[in-house]
């Protein structure tokens, strides 16, 4: 494994009270394998991704859990080890690639300082490697780019360049956050393809975080669905999208646009996002879930088998054969 | 019938003009000169009453701006709007103002399109307060039943807009829309910024509201799966032009324009596993300085010489639809030969 992520929680501790952004999350990636991990604003999503990394800040803290990353426990880590490991074994994609290019540097500056900050070579080596790097991600006269500043360039080319730079060491990991959620469709289509195929040639673990499962349905092999902090749904991508066991996965399958009868009402998920800071007693979902009980004040333990896990009293497991009869299902869901 | 509303070759251009120190330069031989972007280029369309059109494109193409243009925020550059068959800009100041009043626009972000300083019974009650559509008495009892029909509670009418969710932010600015009695919905990517369970409530709200006032929408979004869903007829923009034009159905079962085939297979789909495919090459070219001819034609896979010249126009495609591509002709030939070929 990768990555082996055991009861994690990251807590927020505010003045308003303590947020449990993540409640106790279990995962793990294998090398060249795609995770996807879908869940709503304040899911808890990107908090994951950035306690991989060790990128919380006060208020905010680990408080619990293990983060196995090739064997070694990131949590508690020193910050340089961190720093050693950040950009160079693990890497992290972000959603915004205007807010992670420093503006003020042309790409090859930044391109050369990822590869001279953990390799010792010289300039021109590593502007070749950067230039390389360039190309593999799509990126037209990638000699010509390198002298560009991000403001030069769009929003799909910063994002190629945010991706390049992601690559650039050869990571085991990469975590990546909605990147894909600012770009056009036929550019995140590009976007897609280009990571898919540099993490089967080389063997690359991605976590893929998005709100939209009709992303990950086309790219991951493996499918996490979070809810207010924890994994309420994990599987095989098929599993998931196809026989969802967690109300709330039946909910977001059913509330797509594609998924229902056209111009008919949506099957719609009742109720808000949850507040963090007041989350219901128990299994967080209940008061939204259509079959939620006395039971469900009890927080659900976590059901294992089959090469998949979920948390719910009342597990959904529809016939097989629901997915089938309804064959002019989904087209171009991009919430 | 006549239609809702009709648009006639409407263009919207933006120009960037010379400052002070340009124009200097520019007397001297310097090379610039002042931009003109194309945002809307010659758009015609026509929506019936009671009829939902998506208008569907990636961003730059000029959606928001035809969107803003129908609902009177941006006028346009050339071409004629008429509402119910009145050519707008020859109305009378009275009638003008009912017509403009008739469309009314929904944003997309919740968060930046309401005053913040504002009671969300102000927000909702200045506009039919202003113009006088009811009585100053009735006001508090018809901003109550404007509420409810959005689905927010009327006690929390005092509130103000940073206590809401994103869910019922928008509410709150469709129910502005919907408290001056529109007949006529500009909804431009109204759904875009909210989560995905919030996304299918407000669009069965979208759908039960055009039952109850018998409203019309022309509804932009990015998003093909809730314009398939909610459109009745659809219209696809590329680069400040309409490319293609079709009822829902047909337009989603054999579309016409390449462009409108590549953001079909392109956009992700829930029945779509580990897809292997060859999205098309390119990106949108800048607006600015947009490609002569057909303005697809750099990204075009079957573009050919006449493509790089000549402008299409858009043409009957037979299925209820018009199409502006040079080579649609060719290209339902080859599919139809395709589809008989074993």
Redesign the interface.
Known sequence: MTLDVRGLKTHFFTRAGVVKAVDGVDFSVGAGEVMGLVG??GSGKSITGFSILGLIDPPGRVVEGSIKFEGEDLVGASEARMRAIRGNRIAMIFQDPMMTLNPVLRVDTQMIEAIRAHARVDRATARARARDALGLVGIPSPEERLAAYPHQL????RQRVAIAIAFLNEPKLIIADEPTTAL???????I??EAQALCRRTGTALVWIT?????V???ADRIAVMYAGRIVEQGA??DV?DRPAHPYTV???G??????P?????????G??PDMLALPRGCAFRERCDFGDGACAVAPARTEGGGRAFRCHHPRTPPAAEGAEDPS??????? | MTPILELQGISKRFVKRLDVAGKIAARLGAKIAEETVHAVDDVSLAIAPGEVVGLVGESGCGKSTLGRVVAGIHAQSAGRMFFEGEDVARMSPAAKRAATLAIQMIFQDPYASLNPRMRVEDIVGEAPRVHGIVPGRALASYVDEILSKVGLDPALKRRYPHQFSGGQRQRIGIARALAVKPRFLVCDEAIAALDVSIQAQVLNLFMDLREEFGLTYLFISHDLGVVEHIADRVAIMYLGRIVETGTTEALFAGPRHPYTSALLAEAPRLDQRKRQFAPIKGEIPSPLNPPPGCHFHPRCPIATAPCHRDRPTLEDAGTGGHVACLRWRDRAKAEAEGATTP
């Open positions: 709503e604003s769009s929003g799909g080319m056009d469709v036929t550019i995140q289509a590009q897609i393809h709100h939209d499962l009709a992303v349905a086309g790219l991508t098929d999208i909910g977001l399958l509330s797509a646009p594609s998924a229902n056209r111009g008919q009402r949506l099957r719609q998920i009742r808000m996002t299902m989904p087209r171009g869901m991009t919430a």
